[in-house]
């Protein structure tokens, strides 16, 4: 038994980044006050609160995918490489944690990361 429904497709402008925006959510929450005007829903401390909260857990499970999953992990990077790199661009928030989900394509491999870029550098530069 549901007591409460709200349903939007359009939180607003600054839902989510634009990198984010092919994330769907449902959410079940008891803290909407859903008696108001949906532009003063919009505009509540509840909804600015959830978009950390969304892009938390987002983070988090791209981030197992990655570790745990690397045949899946490539399947996400051919579907949405580009805008994780748009995201590691353009949320300065959370720019660190997209830099290392992000995957180039170099001579050597199909599939490398920042860091094992840097390790590489660090390694030759070493050998020299």
């Known amino acids: 038994m549901v007591k409460r429904v709200f349903i939007t497709s359009d939180l607003g ?17 008891e803290d909407l ?6 532009e003063t829903l919009q505009s509540t401390q509840f909804l600015k609160q959830l978009k950390g ?6 983070l988090q499970l791209l ?10 992990w490539e399947k996400v990077q051919e ?5 994780f790199k748009l995201g590691a661009v353009e949320d300065f928030k959370n720019r660190d944690k997209l830099a290392t989900l992000v995957r180039f394509t170099t001579n050597q491999r199909n599939s490398t990361s920042l860091d094992e870029v840097r390790l590489q550098c660090l390694i030759s530069r070493w050998l020299c």
């Not at 006050?33 to 949906?38: A, I």
């Not at 909260?53 to 987002?58: A, D, E, N």
């Not at 579907?79 to 805008?83: A, E, F, I, M, S």
């Open 13 to 29: 402008e600054d839902a989510l980044p634009k990198w984010a925006n092919w994330v769907k959510v449902v959410v079940d929450a």
């Open 33 to 38: 006050p859903l008696n108001v005007s949906r």
């Open 53 to 58: 909260i969304i892009l938390k857990r987002l």
């Open 63 to 72: 981030t197992r995918i990655s570790e745990e999953d690397p045949e899946k």
């Open 79 to 83: 579907t949405y490489g580009n805008v």
